[in-house]
């Protein structure tokens, strides 16, 4: 029995050459030319361009080590073309991206070199990146705590979410780093980004808030005004995009956002309009962090599973993120930031009267 093919229709795969002069833009269309994971880096970077071009407030999601490997100055550059409108972070990175902003050393090193040495020296490290004890965590410790002592008539007296906090700091290091251009928490500041961090406890900053409360200097810090607060942004963005760089906490914190109304707030959402993820974490022992796009859809994170919205790449994000920011930032108009932060009371205010 003769049956036409179900391939009909599909496009033809033609090897594709490489020019000497070939762009960012060529590449990726070569990428969308051949298959594998280079096809889904095409998708994802198409899912991004349209994120921006229509419209969609764009949460990006930063777990792992990669802005303290230098990826932080990508992050900037969105966050000035207005790509990205709100963060969630491990306050890791967060600590760690200040220590560009004060020129602290960070060091591109070899990952084999011997540890116990490395210890007996003062050095610590995150695989192929350098970090003195002293000279630079050390100090970047003191940093954080002459923040909260200046800063402390603005922090306290109410329980704060950490996006406030947050953009405290930025406008604080914005003001006293010599280099307040190589930070991202500093770009979020300036333009009015909530910069959450996915948890209270889980980081160096929180760790210096202990000594700065038996000084004196108590910060209280609210996980539910966090919760509240992003709900409240999703809420009211109309179209929703995730840009998610790993899993990890940053991750479930932004996609739990559709459950918070829905769920637990009884409010009619269906979820965010698209999701972008680039990670290695695979879904068969739960390290994906809500795993496939697909079980998110079943528990309202996502409006649906339509695979055209939803894009998963498998890679270390490290290596496919330039590739996307790069093409963003090429093909795409640059937009006015939409300083959430300006409008935070007032999202708060339509979700819970809800």
């Known amino acids: 029995m003769n049956h036409s093919s179900m391939f009909e229709g599909a496009p033809d795969i033609v090897p594709p050459r490489l020019g000497t002069d070939a762009g960012i833009e060529d590449l990726m269309t070569l990428y969308g030319q051949t298959s594998f994971e280079a096809r889904n880096v095409y998708r994802g970077a198409r899912l991004y361009q349209r994120m921006i071009d229509e419209g969609d407030t764009i949460w990006l ?11 932080g100055g ?9 790509f990205i409108d709100v963060i969630c972070s491990t306050g890791a990175q967060v600590y760690h991206d200040l220590h560009f902003a004060f020129g602290l050393p960070v060091k591109a090193i070899s990952p084999y070199m011997n540890d116990d040495d490395l210890r007996r020296h003062g050095d610590t490290r995150i695989y192929d990146i350098g ?3 002293r000279e630079t965590l050390e100090a970047q ?15 306290c007296g109410k329980s704060l979410s950490t996006w406030e906090f947050n953009h405290q700091l930025g406008l604080w290091v914005a003001e006293t780093a010599p280099y ?21 406890s889980n980081h160096s900053i929180a760790m210096n808030l202990i000594r700065t409360d038996r000084e004196g200097y108590p910060v209280q810090l609210s996980p539910q005004s966090d919760i509240v607060d992003s709900a409240a942004v999703a809420y009211a963005a109309g179209g929703t995009g995730f840009v998610e760089l790993g899993g990890g906490g940053p991750k479930n914190f932004i996609q739990q ?17 698209r999701g972008l993820q680039i990670g290695t974490a695979v879904e068969r022992e739960g390290s994906l962090s809500s795993c496939t796009f697909g079980e998110a859809v079943t528990w309202g994170k996502y409006r649906s599973a339509d695979m055209e919205k939803l894009v998963q790449i498998w890679g270390e994000y490290s290596i496919v993120f330039p590739l996307l920011a790069a093409y963003v930032r090429k093909v795409c108009e640059p937009r006015p930031s939409k300083r959430l932060v300006d409008g935070m009371g007032r999202m708060r205010e339509g979700l819970l009267a809800v």
């Not at 410790?141 to 922090?155: A, G, W």
């Open 131 to 133: 970090i003195r004890e």
């Open 61 to 71: 999601g930063i777990a792992g080590a990669g802005v303290a490997g230098g990826m």
């Open 180 to 200: 307040p251009e190589r930070s991202f928490t500093v770009a979020a500041a300036r333009a009015g980004i909530p910069l959450f961090w996915d948890s209270l």
């Open 141 to 155: 410790d003191e940093l954080i705590r002459q923040f909260v002592k200046e800063r402390h008539s603005l922090l």
């Open 257 to 273: 956002t559709g459950p918070t109304i829905s769920q637990i707030l009884h409010l009619d959402f269906a979820g965010a309009d």
């Open 74 to 82: 990508m992050i900037v550059s969105l966050i000035e073309a207005g």
